[in-house]
């Protein structure tokens, strides 16, 4: 694990004064998520199982797409690529933590808080909850409740090892061979 991997997935670049476009993290991600929604919801329609609404859940599923909802907060968050790993391990481990599963009516709110959560803790510069809010497309006080809401539901453990971050890096790595075929 290490370098290839990180290249692979557009972490880093080989070269850096070069950019072939945006980071292949966006549509891997994205693709992960989509692919989880799927199953998810598939799930749930054949066990006639209600998923019980949280303050992560909208009344209807957004019309932007996954992939655009992550470039768009990448591009006006101006976070790095790694911190869309750090973040989708955030969702992970709060999914988990809650007993919950994705589905296209909680994952923009998931997306955009565990993103808050991963710049704030991972990068020098970030900004106000109420800048995220508007590229979020929710309301400050609706991401303070988020962010809340999910710092709680994770015993407020930001910290992620190497370890871990290499392990999340590899399946999503096998997860971008995978939908190359």
């Given amino acids: 694990m290490g370098s290839r991997t990180y290249i692979s997935l557009g972490l880093e670049s080989c070269n850096k004064s070069i950019s072939a476009g945006p980071p292949k993290i966006f549509s891997v991600l994205s693709f992960v998520l989509e692919k989880s929604i799927q199953k998810n919801e598939k799930l749930l329609k054949s066990s006639k199982c209600k998923n019980m609404p949280t303050i992560f859940h909208s009344s209807i599923a957004p019309g932007v797409s996954i992939k655009q909802y992550i470039e768009r907060i990448f591009k006006y968050s101006n976070c790095s690529p790694s911190c869309l790993v750090v973040a989708y391990i955030y969702m992970d481990k709060f999914l988990q933590q809650v ?83």
Wanted: proline share 0%; with cysteine; charged share 25%.
């Fill in 99 to 181: 007993g919950d599963c994705l589905t296209s009516l909680n994952v923009h709110r998931l997306l955009i808080t565990s993103i808050v959560l991963a710049a704030k803790y991972v990068e020098d510069e970030c900004y106000s909850n109420g800048y995220y809010a508007k590229v979020g497309g929710v309301s400050k006080e609706e991401m303070n409740r988020m962010e809340m809401r999910f710092l709680v539901s994770i015993d407020f453990r930001l910290h992620v090892s190497l370890e871990t971050f290499n392990r999340y890096c590899s399946q999503l790595e096998i997860e971008q061979n995978a939908a190359a075929k």
